[in-house]
């Protein structure tokens, strides 16, 4: 927690930055916390923890001189964040969650198609941890204001991507188990999208 929370430190433009991105990946970490009790997956906690609390460690760089984040690249903080913590000397394994967790996962098909401004490839989580972490991050969104999402309500958001990704996303469902998310909403005073 406490490296984590130095790297966070290290690359936040500024305070505010800090406080949205470091508690939304704080929240991750609690709501994988309940989908790992929820489900029962044999997993390493530890490593999911990690993945969490890094995962968006690359929106900072998305940030401008003024404090103003580019919204329109902001699918680019995945591979941004991995330069960033391959930069760091971290490993592949803990670098992967961070350009492995978009939506339910971009295939190279889908950077292509779509015209994204990423190197054509697949950002696809593979191992139960990366999934884990990737889905976990769905019930939760740094919007202005912050808010908590709930499976149907993420299920009709990413549906406008393909039914292929309603798919995907349900069986993410059908592993891990839908999280009570409510208590959590009220405990940060975010809303909560059903």
């Keep these: 927690m406490d490296e984590s929370r130095a790297l966070h430190v290290k690359y936040a433009p500024s305070s505010e930055a800090f406080d949205l991105v470091f508690t939304h990946c704080e929240i991750v970490w609690k709501v994988a916390e309940r989908l790992i009790a929820l489900s029962g997956s044999d997993v390493d906690a530890e490593l999911v923890r990690a993945g969490c609390l890094l995962h968006d460690i690359g929106v900072y760089r998305l940030y401008d001189a003024e404090g103003r984040l580019d919204t329109r690249n902001y699918v680019r903080h995945g591979v941004l964040g991995h330069e960033l913590l391959r930069g760091e000397g971290l490993p592949d394994l803990l670098c992967r969650f961070c350009s492995c967790h978009t939506g339910v996962g971009l295939s190279r098909e889908d950077v292509l198609s779509q015209g994204l401004p990423l190197p054509p ?74």
């Design 121 to 194: 490839g697949d950002y696809l989580a593979v191992s139960p941890e990366e999934r884990l972490v990737m889905y976990a991050d769905k019930f939760h969104s740094k919007t202005t204001p912050p808010r908590f999402v709930g499976p149907d309500a993420y299920a009709t958001y990413v549906g406008r991507f393909g039914q292929d990704k309603v798919a995907a996303f349900g069986a993410l469902r059908s592993t891990f188990g839908d999280p009570e998310i409510r208590d959590l909403a009220v405990s940060y005073g975010h809303a909560l999208t059903d």
